[in-house]
């Protein structure tokens, strides 16, 4: 009973489909990670049977046949049984079967490519060290670790690395693929409900791994255009012209916004709408503006082995930094 | 037996140097066990200092980039320089034993082994007082582990420790192969062999085919590391998916590796612990084979979302899935051995008794996963973080520590404290239950597995902190058994030669422990559980296969030490570019080889007199 007690806990747990909706595989919101959640339920479900006939049987056998003080007598010597032999191996056999036959049909199913398919959105993911590209191949557009998808149409995603592997993963949508350095992965997903997802990378990819966050927002259709719209508008530069001459010099090296600067480091266009500064700083909490200050500031103090130079590397001012920060907490999608 | 070795003075050493010099079976396993305990215990500060990283969110007890050697270090050293040698030392305590030997095939390579294997785990973790410790995680996946995203000698000490530990592990797996076809009482046929000799002979067999592949790789990222070869070096058209291939050839069998042998232990135990003759014997031995067989076919399974295709995926997951079948034959034998019988309730069945349910999460689990579309969620997660602790902790160590307190009295003489076992038993099993359990359910909230923090509020603070306590509590339990052993030692040596009185194999017939030649006269064997047989039958001793005589023993020899230590020497030399120093160990370790070949040893005899003063070993 002691063992059984925390499986049944378990089994209560999984069946409320618990955790937090943008994040939980218990919880999915798309058919991808109802798929894969259908799955893990028939699987628990026949191995929760055969974790219960074996609790059942080794609990009843250790009271049953426990050794009695003072008994000396030996039991009848077993060789075995071959109609229980029999039982065992085909039962089991016959499990596999069940779970075999849609493991199989799910393997090909979600295996479909739609790289293709002109109805679905092409993204091509790029996974850095700490950081996730995103470009819309269709489109011409760039953007970073914030996905924006439309509701209505199957995403194509086209994953590779740009250093490392990593894995691509957004739990409450679907399972992971991993990004491999020289090889291109394919998969599709679908978000047919609006919302914020979080996505995590999900292989060891260095010391800031645990901090490799990403979101993935789902928006209606026409919002969505307004998006793509948004982000090929003419960047807006910052009004000030010495700090624009600051910014071009000492960010866009790296970083782009619109159609202006380099792409080693995540495209900023419309970085002031996004939900997270650096995928894990909460804008909801501290509000952007702060949030950009203080990653501007001192990147290494949010993300360990982040490639970005302090503000004092990078030879800014604390005016030119809270300007800048200021400035990017503005630019701001409408969509 | 060669005439002129008679009267042939051989130097006999005393303390240090005995067993430095050892070549005996017995003494191997008990350098195994220590070097062993040893390394579990770093491994297991290693594990404490994760989980109390882990113990809430935002923690700073440890930076990433330290995470990330203390995870790296924590699976290396647990696998490869606890849990094999843990299993060596049984091995060699009781192989022999168990077949009627009076050695294992090869003593010298045996002790070569071993020392191998201690410099090799010796270099790997000297890495900590390097100051750059490896940091790619156990499975070392390029090009993380590449010299381009990997400048420092962290995964340096990583490659060349585990080459050098590897060599102990091969030659320890051709050894007990070669002992166990070769050296066999008269009578004891291979359908007659005790369940833990037979899961040790394919455990044998199995290093012996996937060691290698482990080797080869391992040079292969060395070449890339010290010679700027391009294996792995995508940029330059290497392959980072081909190092998980050839990783995975080796660490599924590795696995396997693993948990037979515990399968066999249980088996000894649950059989003598409930008086029963193992249940459905031929059917374990046939499945024993066909996990091993199927245990090479499965090893894209840890790749489903490498990207293989649906094609790989679909055949390795339906391979995988039937690895369940042969496992469930012995869950369910163990269970039916019990069944009917007069169970006692020592620590040592507790731990087996532990083990069934325990592994049998752990195996459920395993089918899981092998659902590769499931896998997709599941990979990477906390998930199988549960999973392969359930059947490493769950399996192999609740089968290492039953093997121990079982066979305890047999190797030192003395009983282990049955009160204290109980003690560890409890706080180990509780703990490790509490430690991972939880996690399984981490996995599925979508907690990826190898990070160091993780943010508030995402429904995984409470389920960390459980798992943190349980830790502590595996700890406790952990440092009951090394008391145990403290307390044990000053106890006197008084365990009878049968000393559970219900033993069933040749290993209770003999002394405890057993003198150095085993036994005085080989024995003949008559059937299945031989020395139960006997008992049966109202024997008090085993008929013996020959008359008493002079006893040939091989000589002690210090050169598997130093030749060990040259290939450590080199291996510093060939790590930090220093060639001289390289070819100095080099020159060691072949000197030592040269010398060993020219200089005929013929070993010694103990005459019949001498066998009657007991020498003990």
């Not at chain 2, 990583?158 to 008269?186: D, H, K």
């Amino acid at each position: 009973m002691k063992r059984l007690l925390p499986l049944l806990t378990g089994l209560v747990l999984l069946l409320s489909a618990c955790g937090r909706e943008d994040l939980s595989t218990l919880n999915p919101q798309g058919p991808v990670a109802e798929k894969q959640l259908d799955l893990m339920k028939l699987s628990i479900g026949i191995m929760a049977l055969v974790v219960v006939v074996v609790f059942i049987i080794c609990i009843y056998v250790l009271i049953r046949f426990r050794r009695r003080q003072g008994d000396k007598t030996i039991p009848k010597q077993v060789e075995g049984n071959h109609t229980l032999e029999i039982i065992w191996t085909v039962i089991p056999l016959v499990l596999l079967l069940i779970l075999g036959f849609p493991t199989i049909r799910d393997v090909f199913g979600l295996a479909k490519d739609y790289s293709k398919d002109k109805n679905a959105v092409q993204v091509k993911v790029t996974a850095h060290q700490y950081w996730w590209e995103f470009e819309y191949t269709d489109y011409g557009i760039t953007t970073a670790q914030e996905l924006i998808v439309p509701t209505d149409k199957k995403i194509s995603f086209e994953l590779v690395a740009a250093d490392v592997k990593h894995s691509f993963w957004i739990p409450a949508i679907g399972g992971k693929m991993d990004t491999n350095p020289g090889v291109t992965n394919r998969m599709y997903l679908e978000f047919p409900k609006e919302g914020v997802f979080r996505g995590k990378c999900a292989e060891l990819c260095g010391p800031a791994h645990a901090l490799m966050d990403f979101k993935a927002k789902a928006v209606s259709p026409s919002s969505f255009d307004r998006w793509v719209a948004a982000m090929k508008a003419p960047a807006v530069m910052p009004a000030d012209a010495e700090i624009a001459e600051k910014f071009t010099s000492q960010c866009l090296s790296c970083h782009a916004v619109g159609e202006n600067g380099g792409n080693s480091a995540p495209n900023l266009t419309g970085v002031g709408s996004r939900q997270t500064v650096g995928g894990i700083l909460y804008n909801d909490e501290a509000g952007v503006e702060q949030n950009l200050h203080d990653w501007i500031t001192e990147p290494q103090k949010y993300k360990i082995g982040a490639m970005m130079p302090s503000a004092e590397d990078n030879s800014l001012t604390a005016e030119e930094v809270s300007s800048i920060a200021k400035y990017l907490a503005e630019y701001k999608l409408d969509y | 037996m060669s005439a002129h070795a008679h009267g042939h003075t051989v130097k006999r050493y005393r303390g240090l140097m005995d067993w430095l010099t050892t070549v005996d079976h017995k003494k191997i396993g008990i350098l195994y066990m220590i070097a062993g305990l040893f390394f579990f215990l770093i491994g297991g500060l290693e594990a404490i200092i994760i989980r109390v990283q882990l113990m809430k969110p935002m923690n700073d007890v440890v930076a990433g980039d330290t995470f990330n050697e203390l995870i790296t270090m924590h699976g290396t050293t647990m696998i490869f320089l606890a849990a094999m040698p843990l299993l060596f030392a049984l091995m060699n305590a009781v192989i022999p034993l168990q077949i009627g030997a009076r050695d294992v095939a090869f003593p010298f390579l045996n002790s070569l082994g071993f020392w191998t294997f201690f410099f090799g785990g010796l270099l790997l973790n000297l890495s900590w007082f390097a100051g750059t410790v490896p940091d790619a995680g156990w499975t070392s996946y390029v090009p993380l582990a590449g010299p381009t995203f990997n400048s420092g000698h962290g995964v340096d000490y990583y490659v060349i420790g585990l080459q050098i530990a590897g060599i102990g592990t091969l030659l320890g797996g051709i050894n007990f192969m070669a002992t166990i076809i070769n050296m066999r009482a008269p009578g004891l046929t291979f359908m007659r062999l005790p369940m833990f000799t037979w899961t040790i002979f394919i455990t044998s067999a199995l290093i012996v085919f996937a060691f290698p592949a482990l080797t080869v790789g391992l040079v292969a990222i060395m070449f890339d590391r010290l010679f700027h070869a391009n294996f792995f070096e995508v940029a330059n058209g290497g392959s980072g998916v081909l190092w998980e291939h050839i990783f995975w050839v080796f660490g599924h069998p590795e696995v396997y590796i693993l948990i037979l042998p515990a399968f066999g232990i249980i088996s000894e135990v649950v059989s003598t612990f409930s008086r029963k003759r193992l249940f459905g014997y031929s059917s374990m031995v046939f499945a024993t084979v066909l996990i091993a067989f199927l245990g090479f076919m499965v090893w894209a399974h840890h790749m489903f979302t490498t990207g293989l295709g649906p094609v790989a995926n679909g055949l390795f997951s339906i391979a995988t899935m039937l690895i369940a079948v042969p496992t469930g034959v012995k869950i369910f034998n163990w269970l039916f051995t019990l069944w009917g019988g007069s169970i006692r309730f020592t620590t040592a069945n507790l731990f087996g008794i532990g083990f069934i349910p325990t592994f049998v999460m752990g195996g459920v689990t395993g089918v899981m996963l092998a659902s590769a579309p499931a896998d997709y969620q599941y990979h990477d997660t906390y998930f199988v973080v549960a999973h392969f602790h359930y059947v490493i902790v769950g399996g192999l160590i609740f089968g290492i520590f039953a093997g121990l307190h079982y066979w305890w009295p047999k190797m030192f003489g003395r009983m282990l404290n049955e009160t204290i076992g109980k003690i560890t038993f409890w706080t180990f099993f509780i703990g490790f239950h509490m430690t991972f359990f939880v996690q399984h359910f981490l996995g599925l909230l979508g907690m990826p597995r190898r990070v160091y923090t993780y943010l508030e509020g995402q429904g995984f603070d409470n389920m960390n902190f459980i798992s943190t306590i349980g830790a502590f509590l595996m700890g406790v339990g952990t440092i009951a058994f090394l008391l145990n052993i403290f307390i044990t030692w000053a106890k006197p040596r008084n365990a009878a030669a049968d000393a559970w009185e219900d033993g069933r194999s040749l290993e209770w017939t003999i002394p405890s422990p057993p003198p150095e030649y085993n036994f005085q006269q080989v024995p003949l064997v008559r059937g299945y559980d031989a020395w139960w047989k006997e008992k049966m039958e109202g024997n008090t001793a085993m008929t013996p296969a020959e008359p008493i005589g002079s006893i040939h023993m091989p000589s002690p020899s210090i050169l598997p030490l130093i030749m060990s230590l040259g290939l450590f020497i080199a291996g510093f030399g060939f790590m930090y570019d220093r060639l001289i120093v390289a070819g100095a160990g080099l020159v060691i370790t072949l000197g030592c080889m040269v010398i060993r070949s020219l200089v005929d040893d013929h070993g010694y005899h103990i005459e019949p007199e001498d066998q009657e003063k007991g020498v003990k070993a």
